[in-house]
Nanobody
Framework: QVQLVESGGGKVQPGGSLRLSCAAS????????IGWLRQAPGKEREFVAA????????YYADSVKGRFTISRDNAKNTVYLQMNNLKPEDTAVYYC???????????????WGQGTQVIVSS
């Protein structure tokens, strides 16, 4: 089992950047593929990006491809989400979680963090 804690959210203007962090506790962190997901007000939770246990493979939702970058540092037990060129539609609570076999299936994620709020507004 792994415990995940997100941080780095905040309010930013359109076109701005933020870097989210997902810090893990537990010695088994490096065994897990990790994903970022988000939930906007009034909408269902959706997949954003995921990274394999070694960091060699990444996958993105079409809506963030080319703007967001997921990475990880297993020595620091941390996964990052660099978000550039943010848009108002990126406003959501962002969560990290351990991925299942199909990375873009939200219902396969486990060990959710508490989330961090991102607001993109002028």
């Amino acid at each position: 089992q792994v415990q995940l804690v997100e941080s780095g959210g905040g309010k930013v203007q359109p076109g701005g950047s933020l870097r989210l962090s997902c810090a893990a506790s537990g010695r088994t962190f490096s065994r897990y593929d990790i994903g970022w997901l988000r939930q906007a007000p009034g909408k269902e939770r959706e997949f954003v990006a995921a990274i394999s246990d070694t960091g060699a493979t990444t996958y993105y939702a079409d809506s963030v491809k080319g703007r967001f970058t997921i990475s990880r540092d297993n020595a620091k037990n941390t996964v990052y989400l660099q978000m550039n060129n943010l848009k108002p539609e990126d406003t959501a609570v962002y969560y990290c979680a351990a991925a299942g076999a199909v990375w873009n299936r939200v219902d396969e994620y486990r060990y959710w963090g508490q989330g961090t709020q991102v607001i993109v507004s002028s």
